[in-house]
């Protein structure tokens, strides 16, 4: 069949593109450009899509690179300014997924006649109707919940070579084949914030920051932060120790009050998280309420055991056993609970 | 994967070198060639032919062989020409300024730009009307006294339209005689007449991979009163204005395909600008919401044709094209080789949402009839897949 597969310059996306090639599939590289501002990781440096171009060569395949950073800076890059001026933290991944590599993209895909897009994350698509997405073979690279608000019509039309494969694997062919990208680190964090100015730095420059109280939680200000706005619930990092020595997390931050509030380990864990209806996808039919799933609730976060629940207008997930609070623009994967590893929907915190 | 067979008309991103000009090379390295500063015999033969391939460039451009310096290319000439005339102005206490058009090369505005960044320099960019021709009246508004660099390109490289050079040089003289007149006409040269075409101008660049030479050879014509500044130092070859060993055989693959551009230039361009104009009309006829980007009443190059076509995103027909064997361009890519949205077409007022399905085609020396067949073939049935629901 024919493949266009979407190379970022790193060693996945170039083993998956080799690994198509071999299977006798008619292979199209791409790389996309996403980001025009400084960078110096993840899929959109000059370095990169030199590094994708020269793994395409070496295969022998068509390569092309496709600028699509106006719309990253439209679907990824203002909402996530958008969500810290409100104080909630976005999973920029998971948006970029959503509206660039398995929408825009994938249209394009569509549109030049390619029978399926590939790219080089680790999960895997199985069955036949419904397909289902599944944990990557790798259980400490697993991409599933990056990828968890897929839904029939994408799954049926993409394919990830590598997710089969341990990354130990990915490497050794990348090196057995000779390919430039077989030693090159992981992409690390927000591939459009360089490592230098990080987080604080990027968004300096595109929102206004204000300082906040902090206080715990019957009220009594403890402390201050310089900025309320890159303050996550659930943080432990800067926030101190209490009056009995104990660390001090994050439980709630109120941006428009300018109110930080902390409190000890038990007073973090929460016994559910809401997502909203609107945000919630599902990759085939909907848990119904009273369903038992398993939350995931970051990129590598620990599966917790829970069971959904409806409220007017969202989804609740209720915990088994507490689990740290969720910050509020946080997605949260559901997989099945009696097959682990398959995605069952997705939906973002409250 | 298969190759299809290839339609070429890519020919103002590169040409292919002319077996002419390929045998002219061959010929020159055939057999020892010193350092052209060197005293002994493959010393002197090396300087005897880039004397003669000066004398050649001299000769085409209707100027004395000491105007001419050798360079690496296009945007080495250009940058010679605007920050060496700057600095050389710079050098005597003035304070310079440069005017230059909305739609220059990236070599002259890049230039201009680092000029204006990195010292008293004062740049202006001169508007051009929705045909992509420099504003007259709005460079004679820009124009004074104290105007250091015009720089007014032959012909535009993305959408062929030619300029009115010589009306900028006689409005730059009678507001400023002493401003030079830059012309970088390395996208016209396969096609214009350089002596009577750039006569005027003080500064003019030539690529010679755009007319059939190879790629790393350039030319800087210079006339004018103390010269200009070098921008790299070292033995002080070219008369103090360019130092490095000169490329004697690219001197020599320049001037031959400047010979051959020259002496077979009238029948090309009849011949270029028939092909050109059956592409024009087939491929506006045969594909629905396909627009002219340059309105027929501006003068164009023969050999570019730029089009616009609506609803259809240029990355994705250049990769279908590229797939059937038609070689065109999306007119600006930057260094990642992404496409970029063009400054070109924004100065002539092209809205956004059609400049998304901009495509050049540029045909060339070796450009046949066949080719535009296959393209008129090609191009529609590609446009309609894209076109197509999934």
Redesign the interface.
Known sequence: MRVLVAMSGGVDSSVAAALLVEQGHDVVGATLKLWGGPSDSGCCSVADVDDARRVAQQLGIEHHVFNLSEEFDRHVVTPYVEAHVQGRTPNPCIECNRSIKFDRLLERSDRLGFDRLATGHHARVTGGDPLRLRRGADMDKDQSYVLSMLGQDQLRRVVFPVGEMAKSDVRAHAARLGLRTAGKPDSQDVCFIGSVEGRQGFLGRRMEFHPAGVVNAVGEAVGTVDAVELVTVGQRRGMGHGSDGARRYVVAVDVPARRVTVGSAAEVMVSSVTLPLPTVTWVDRPLLPGARAVAQVSAHGRPAACTVAAEVGALIVRFDVPQRAVAPGQSVALYDDADPDAVVGAGIAA | ?SEPPSTYLDHGATTPLRPEVAHAMAEAGSEPLGNPTGSHRPAQRARRLLEEARDEVAAQLGRDPGEIIFTSGGTESANLAVLGTLDAVGRDGGSPSVLSSAVEHPAVRESCRAAARSSSVTWREVPVDRKGVVDLEALAGLLDEATTLVAVMLANNETGVVQPLDRVVALARAVCPTARVFTDAVQAAPFIDLATGTGAADLVSLSAHKLGGPVGVGVLAVRAPGGIAPRQFGGGQERERRSGTQDVIGAVGLASALRLAAAGRDESVRRVRALRDRLAEGLLDRVDGALRTVSTGAVTLPGHLHLCLEGI?R??L???L??RGVCASGGS????????SSYVLAAMGVPDELARGAVRFTLGHDTTGADIDRTLAVVPEVVA??R?Q?
């Open positions: 994967m995103e990355e994705e250049l990769l279908a590229s797939g890519s930057c260094a990642s080789g992404a496409l970029e897949s894209l197509r999934r």
